[in-house]
């Protein structure tokens, strides 16, 4: 695994990190802007603004990732509730998502505060070459004194190529650029160890490990326009605090309250470490070509031993991909361990199976005297199971 390039000395646990956060990503779900009825809410984006703005003013660099498009859109095109088909919705997508950009424009002008919207696909962030362009860009918004408004391009993202969820892409903008913390706004004010509907449900103040979520029960959104309910807050919160930024939740009227440090809300501890932009991206965004399976002895000695993968530890190759792309690392059973940059094609493995690289370098010739995977060009991963990606 690479070493990474920042780190700090303990977990973040405090909640006044929020309030001296230098660059902080905020995100707000829809049902906290919209009106239910399919029209943006003047008051509620105003009430928002207001609280970003003054963590603007104090020296925060603010990037406000905003759901709320499809929720926005469906009134102005004639439609009684949320549509459920994907070309409806990317309409609705495209007529909300200019309607919540004039309202931030106004408000946030309110604060002398310009915006820009920025809208991304998945794609933006899985490919390299784009995943650095998105963060130049942001980075420069951001150094100019500009609030970027993210949201995913709903109107031309399809099924396959969609994030589908605002919280995922909050933390992975956050990794992108690099940010302090995550804040993410929803109509519910905290993490309850059950539905918050169900009768007894207690709020979680503090999550400090995975293991705190044992006993947590998730359910699906309370609202007729939040998609993902609990579950994406909480992947993205795992996705942020592995990547080192400390990641908080509450409601969007309990943003001032959160900001000020009170007891509110549910506060998630970074892990200790800062991974490098490119170890959340080989974890998290990048897409990979294919699947590289290894015996239980590889298997350890690259999560354990950190070593680099040799042939010697290859039982099968899978997909089509060259030097240089990402693939997945499966022990025998088909559990993804770990991620890599390849350094051979899908083509050259299957010769090089099972065997030494003195072997190799014999057989083949100097140039294949070189690792699989280097250890610094791997991310290990924990407890997945499935594949996000489809190979042939
Ligand atoms: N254990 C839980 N704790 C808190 N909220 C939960 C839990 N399980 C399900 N929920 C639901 O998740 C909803 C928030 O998700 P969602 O509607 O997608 O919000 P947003 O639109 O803000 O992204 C809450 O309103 C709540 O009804
Ligand atoms: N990108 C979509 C929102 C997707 C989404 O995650 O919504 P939400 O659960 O309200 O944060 C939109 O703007 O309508």
Same mark, same amino acid.
């Given at each position: 695994?690479?070493?990474?390039?920042?780190?700090?000395?303990?977990?973040?646990?405090?909640?006044?990190?929020?309030?001296?956060?230098?660059?902080?990503?905020?995100?707000?779900?829809?049902?906290?802007?919209?009106?239910?009825?399919?029209?943006?809410?003047?008051?509620?984006?105003?009430?928002?603004?207001?609280?970003?703005?003054?963590?603007?003013?104090? @020296?925060?660099?603010?990037?406000?990732?905003?759901?709320?498009?499809?929720?926005?859109?469906?009134?102005?095109?004639?439609?009684?509730?949320?549509?459920?088909?994907?070309?409806?919705?990317?309409?609705?997508?495209?007529?909300?998502?200019?309607?919540?950009?004039?309202?931030?424009?106004?408000?946030?002008?309110?604060?002398?505060?310009?915006?820009?919207?920025?809208?991304?696909?998945?794609?933006?962030?899985?490919?390299?070459?784009?995943?650095?362009?998105?963060?130049?860009?942001?980075?420069?918004?951001?150094?100019?004194?500009?609030?970027?408004?993210?949201?995913?391009?709903?109107?031309?993202?399809?099924?396959?190529?969609?994030?589908?969820?605002?919280?995922?892409?909050?933390?992975?903008?956050?990794?992108?650029?690099?940010?302090?913390?995550?804040?993410?706004?929803?109509?519910?004010?905290?993490?309850?160890?059950?539905?918050?509907?169900?009768?007894?449900?207690?709020?979680?103040?503090?999550?400090?490990?995975?293991?705190?979520?044992?006993?947590?029960?998730?359910?699906?959104?309370?609202?007729?326009? @939040?998609?993902?309910?609990?579950?994406?807050?909480?992947?993205?919160?795992?996705?942020?605090?592995?990547?080192?930024?400390?990641?908080?939740?509450?409601?969007?009227?309990?943003?001032?309250?959160?900001?000020?440090?009170?007891?509110?809300?549910?506060?998630?501890?970074?892990?200790?470490?800062?991974?490098?932009?490119?170890?959340?991206?080989?974890?998290?965004?990048?897409?990979?070509?294919?699947?590289?399976?290894?015996?239980?002895?590889?298997?350890?000695?690259?999560?354990?031993?950190?070593?680099?993968?040799?042939?010697?530890?290859?039982?099968?190759?899978?997909?089509?991909?060259?030097?240089?792309?990402?693939?997945?690392?499966?022990?025998?059973?088909?559990?993804?361990?770990?991620?890599?940059?390849?350094?051979?094609?899908?083509?050259?493995?299957?010769?090089?199976?099972?065997?030494?690289?003195?072997?190799?370098?014999?057989?083949?010739?100097?140039?294949?005297?070189?690792?699989?995977?280097?250890?610094?060009?791997?991310?290990?991963?924990?407890?997945?199971?499935?594949?996000?990606?489809?190979?042939?």
């Amino acid at each position: 695994m690479s070493t990474p390039n920042l780190s700090t000395p303990n977990p973040v646990t405090d909640r006044s990190t929020l309030r001296d956060a230098r660059r902080i990503v905020v995100k707000v779900g829809s049902s906290s802007l919209t009106d239910g009825q399919g029209g943006v809410s003047i008051p509620a984006i105003d009430a928002l603004t207001r609280v970003v703005g003054q963590l603007y003013h104090s @020296g925060a660099q603010v990037v406000l990732v905003s759901s709320g498009a499809i929720a926005a859109g469906f009134k102005p095109l004639g439609l009684a509730k949320r549509p459920k088909d994907l070309a409806t919705q990317q309409a609705a997508a495209a007529v909300g998502q200019s309607r919540l950009m004039a309202q931030y424009s106004e408000s946030f002008w309110k604060h002398s505060i310009s915006v820009a919207q920025v809208l991304l696909t998945a794609e933006d962030l899985m490919r390299r070459t784009q995943y650095n362009n998105a963060f130049r860009s942001l980075n420069r918004l951001l150094n100019l004194g500009v609030i970027p408004v993210v949201n995913e391009n709903d109107a031309v993202a399809t099924h396959e190529i969609r994030f589908g969820d605002n919280d995922r892409l909050a933390a992975l903008a956050a990794s992108v650029v690099k940010a302090d913390a995550l804040l993410l706004l929803s109509d519910v004010d905290a993490l309850y160890d059950g539905p918050p509907t169900r009768s007894g449900a207690r709020r979680i103040a503090n999550v400090s490990a995975e293991a705190n979520l044992d006993h947590v029960s998730v359910g699906d959104s309370g609202s007729a326009v @939040g998609t993902g309910g609990m579950v994406t807050k909480l992947q993205a919160a795992s996705i942020a605090t592995d990547a080192g930024i400390p990641t908080f939740l509450t409601s969007a009227d309990n943003a001032q309250a959160a900001i000020d440090g009170e007891d509110v809300g549910t506060w998630f501890d970074s892990r200790g470490e800062r991974k490098s932009a490119r170890n959340a991206w080989l974890e998290h965004m990048a897409v990979s070509r294919g699947r590289i399976m290894i015996d239980d002895g590889a298997v350890e000695a690259i999560t354990v031993r950190h070593r680099s993968l040799l042939p010697a530890g290859l039982i099968g190759v899978a997909g089509t991909f060259e030097s240089g792309d990402v693939v997945e690392v499966v022990n025998s059973e088909g559990i993804v361990v770990a991620r890599g940059l390849t350094n051979y094609s899908a083509n050259e493995l299957p010769t090089m199976v099972g065997k030494s690289t003195r072997q190799l370098r014999n057989e083949l010739g100097p140039e294949y005297d070189r690792v699989v995977i280097h250890t610094d060009d791997a991310v290990i991963v924990k407890q997945t199971s499935l594949s996000r990606d489809h190979y042939d």
